[in-house]
Nanobody, 121 residues
């Protein structure tokens, strides 16, 4: 199995920055994609950004130019640098990984437990 552990959430003022981290551990064979989703109160979970094994990245329009996803392949870790934060960025942020495990050999989505990001003055 695979575990995804997030860190880095918290309270920040509008215009501020935060960096989230997500580390994958376990019986990892191949990481095809990792990314971040978020869910605000009363809203559906939405995709924020992805980074693929090729290095290709995608961003939701609402965060493009403000958020940056990066990865450290040696550490099986992805980072989300969030700049120019707005109150509407307030949500629980979830790490997601589409990963093939070695034992058993299986490919599926894995999720972290979520980390709260609150943007407020």
């Amino acid at each position: 199995q695979v575990q995804l552990v997030e860190s880095g959430g918290g309270l920040v003022q509008p215009g501020g920055s935060l960096r989230l981290s997500c580390s994958a551990s376990g019986s990892i064979g191949v990481i095809y994609r990792m990314g971040w989703y978020r869910q605000a109160p009363g809203k559906q979970r939405e995709l924020v950004t992805n980074i693929f094994s090729t290095g290709t990245t995608t961003y939701a329009g609402s965060v493009k130019g403000r958020f940056t996803i990066s990865r450290d392949n040696d550490k099986n870790t992805v980072y989300l640098q969030m700049n120019s934060l707005k109150p509407e960025d307030t949500a629980v942020y979830y790490c997601n990984g589409y990963i093939t495990t070695v034992q058993p050999m299986k490919t599926q989505d894995y999720w972290g437990q979520g980390t709260q990001v609150t943007v407020s003055s």
